[in-house]
Nanobody, 116 residues
Framework: QVQLVEFGGGLVQPGGSLRLSCVAS????????MRWYRQAPGKERELVAS????????NYADSVKGRFTISRDNAKNTVYLQMNSLKPEDTAVYYC?????????WGQGAQVTVSS
């Protein structure tokens, strides 16, 4: 059974940093690309960043390019999202996602709030 558990959310001031972690289990982590999504109140869920299975390629939403970095440690079955220069508009619930055997699996989400 695929399980994804996010850690690291919280409250941070504008301009600050947070690092989210997502620990995966129940599948061969190193064989699958991973993605981070976010959903702000009243808005649709949007793709923030993705990383290929060995981490050779990454992609970012235009709104986070240059500020966020996705990475992975296949030995620890973990994907990370380093978020720098945070803005109030980054406030959202952040989810990691894996598509395993054509089925999308999601974590429970981590709340990130950027506010002074």
């Amino acid at each position: 059974q695929v399980q994804l558990v996010e850690f690291g959310g919280g409250l941070v001031q504008p301009g600050g940093s947070l690092r989210l972690s997502c620990v995966a289990s129940g599948f061969t982590f190193s064989s699958y690309a991973m993605r981070w999504y976010r959903q702000a109140p009243g808005k649709e869920r949007e793709l923030v960043a993705s990383i290929t299975k060995i981490g050779g390629l990454t992609n970012y939403a235009d709104s986070v390019k240059g500020r966020f970095t996705i990475s992975r440690d296949n030995a620890k079955n973990t994907v990370y999202l380093q978020m720098n220069s945070l803005k109030p508009e980054d406030t959202a619930v952040y989810y990691c996602m894996a598509m395993v055997d054509f089925v999308n699996s999601w974590g429970q989400g981590a709340q990130v709030t950027v506010s002074s």
